[in-house]
């Protein structure tokens, strides 16, 4: 009987590891951010627009705009922050493969576990708690762009900073399920026909 301590495939290093099993909790959260990050990458769409339009208005009409060349590094800001969450679902984001690969699936799996419990959600709490006030207190006193004809509510793109990084968590606490999933058998696996891919 096969358990998931004892997978012969999963623990050897040579072969490509199959995904960790998810769970019910991490199959609604990966799923929903998933969606989200899906519809919020079409706001590089948007960047682009906004970047290509100041690049018009600077070098062909002579004219620069300090609130266009503003809001394309609020756009981007935004949507890099607020898609990262999707890269952590979809096991996207950057990884020191040169030693991962080099380890079973378990060893892997109890890492990812410790160092997301241990130290990454630990961090994003104290950053969440900070950049939420951050954001709050340019709300309170209504901060603008110190340009004259620059962009007004500043407190928009500080907003995106605790909400992406919150998200980040979120995305991290349901890794961290699966680990739990493979390593311990809890919560229990969610048996699907064929794994979920959510690119």
């Known amino acids: 009987m096969s358990t998931p301590h004892s997978d012969p495939i999963s623990d050897n290093p040579h072969t490509l590891p199959p995904e960790l099993p998810t769970n019910r909790v991490s ?32 070098f062909i009409l002579g004219r620069g705009s300090i609130a266009l ?22 096991d996207d984001h950057v990884r020191v493969d040169v030693l991962r690969e080099r380890f079973s699936l378990r060893f892997q799996t109890w890492v ?7 130290l990454v ?17 340019s709300f309170e006193r209504g901060e603008r762009s110190q340009a004259p004809s620059g962009l007004p509510y500043r407190f928009i793109i500080k907003s995106a900073l605790p909400l992406g990084i919150a998200l980040i968590a979120l995305a ?8 739990c999933t493979y390593l311990f058998d809890f919560p229990r696996r969610l048996p699907l026909r064929r794994p979920v891919d959510h690119r």
């Open 27 to 58: 199959h609604v959260v990966d799923s929903a951010i998933a969606v989200l990050g899906k519809g919020l990458s079409w706001l590089w769409l948007a960047t682009l627009a906004v970047v290509l339009a100041n690049v018009f208005s600077r």
């Open 121 to 137: 959600l630990p961090v994003l709490y104290f950053m969440v708690d900070g950049l939420a006030e951050y954001a709050y207190r």
């Open 69 to 90: 060349e503003e809001l394309s590094w609020h756009f981007f800001g935004a949507t890099m922050i607020l898609t990262l969450a999707y890269a952590v679902v979809t």
């Open 172 to 179: 991290l606490s349901s890794r961290a399920l699966r680990c």
């Open 112 to 118: 990812e576990l410790l160092g997301i419990v241990l």
